[in-house]
């Protein structure tokens, strides 16, 4: 029987080619590896890893390279033995014929869950940047010796290979890096999200159901959640950088902490560290901003960035029924599950409403998002007293600006 695992270009006789490769590869007893890749698939379906729309699909991994990628985590935990190319059928020139071993994989529920966890943390701790998948292989080169090993293989593959964060070479056709087009940030999301679902696993761990993200299938573009992924520095101690964002909610924008509703014991995920802390405000310290920061620039020029915030929301809060905004009733309360990477710098931001007007959510939840991204993550960098750098290509965010937006700030 033959199970279609990734895209076909019909008529495209080298793309059902590699079809059939990945199907054949991946063929077990009871079709076990075929139903594990479904469930993975549907994984990263329902988190975004395949993009959520027209503007970030282009960026996003294709079901090829997230099936190749499996097929590598399969290599990697000897679960599947090495792929003989045996050069006699020929399609463009490139080897298309191989012999490869049968899947022997326990049909069990426990080893079912057990694969899908490796691949998780083989995610989080396998793929690096400056290395190249080979499943031809079964290997992880160093970018530079797989460069150095391409010049002797076929020189199509240094005149067509294209480096980039993550690097998987097609086995069929070597000059192919099926991962040319994946952005910094999805990998980021992938790792993120392979490491929460990591730590549902561990709470429920003969539960598959946990790891499927189902909320942003049934709520669409719901505004009572947002998420954004800001690129700081990578290897920053993330303990330092969890307290940052602390800093800038509870210091500077003078939110309150709920202690009953945040997690204090930070949790470990791979090399990341997830936090969960819920706040709530007494007065909009998110409107109006703007005339009272530049008359504060004007009076202070020297002042840091983190001080001048802290400063424009102090003066809001006084401002508030002429009082500091501590007896007031909270107008709104939000959570905010914060996750650190050190190995590509990404910071990943998820709000998530609690309490509150419809419209003070969505404004709040758009300023957050001007606030955190603007200049290059400046006001993190100022608290983290990191050096300001050019803007990379831009993080972006599950939510779209209001119309509005830049009225808020």
């Excluded at 079709?31 to 988190?47: E, G, M, N, P, S």
């Excluded at 508030?320 to 710098?345: A, H, I």
């Amino acid at each position: 029987m033959f199970v279609q695992l990734c895209e076909l270009s019909v008529g495209n006789t080298f793309s059902e080619k590699k079809a059939l490769f990945l199907t054949d590869i991946t063929n077990s007893e009871n079709d076990v590896a075929h139903k594990i890749l479904f469930v993975l698939r549907l994984w990263a379906q329902t988190h975004g890893i395949f993009g959520t729309n027209s503007s970030n699909k282009p960026g996003a991994f294709k079901s090829y390279a997230f099936s190749l990628l499996f097929v590598a985590f399969l290599q990697e935990s000897k679960l599947i033995g090495p792929i003989t190319f045996r050069g006699n059928e020929f399609i463009d020139d490139c080897v298309t014929d191989y012999i490869h071993p049968i899947l022997q994989i326990n049909p069990s529920n426990e080893t079912l869950i057990s694969v899908i966890r490796g691949f998780f943390v083989y995610v989080c701790q396998k793929i690096k940047e400056n290395s190249v998948v080979s499943i031809r292989d079964s290997k992880i080169y160093d970018w530079e010796e797989f460069w150095v090993n391409a010049a002797t293989i076929d020189a199509r593959i240094t005149e067509k290979f294209e480096k980039s964060f993550i690097n998987i070479q097609d086995p069929l056709e070597l000059s192919h890096n099926v991962c040319a087009s994946v952005g910094r940030l999805v990998i980021g999301l992938l790792r993120r999200k392979a490491m929460l679902s990591l730590s549902k696993l561990k709470t429920a761990s003969f539960s598959l159901s946990s790891i499927f993200d189902l909320s942003a299938i049934q709520n669409g573009n719901d505004a009572t959640n947002t998420e954004l992924q800001l690129t700081l520095a990578p290897e920053l101690p993330p303990s330092k950088v969890l307290e940052a964002v602390n800093t800038v909610f509870e210091d500077i924008l003078k939110l309150d902490l709920i202690p009953e509703q945040t997690n204090k014991r930070h949790k470990f995920e791979s090399k990341a560290l997830q936090g969960y802390s819920c706040y709530f405000s007494t007065c909009e310290t998110w409107i109006g901003r703007r005339p009272i920061k530049r008359e504060i620039q004007k009076k202070h020029k020297n002042l840091a960035m983190k001080d001048v915030e802290q400063m424009v929301s102090s003066t809001i809060q006084r401002n508030s029924l002429g009082w500091d905004g501590k007896s007031n009733d909270p107008l709104l309360e939000f959570c905010v599950e914060t996750l650190y990477d050190p190995d590509t710098g990404i910071l990943s931001l998820q709000f998530r409403r609690n309490m509150g007007d419809m419209k003070k959510v969505i404004d709040i939840f758009h300023f957050f998002q001007q606030f955190f991204e603007k200049d290059n993550c400046q006001i993190l960098r100022n608290v983290l007293s990191l050096p300001f750098n050019a803007p990379p290509a831009g993080p972006t965010s599950s939510s779209t600006p209001s119309p509005n937006a830049m009225e808020i700030d």
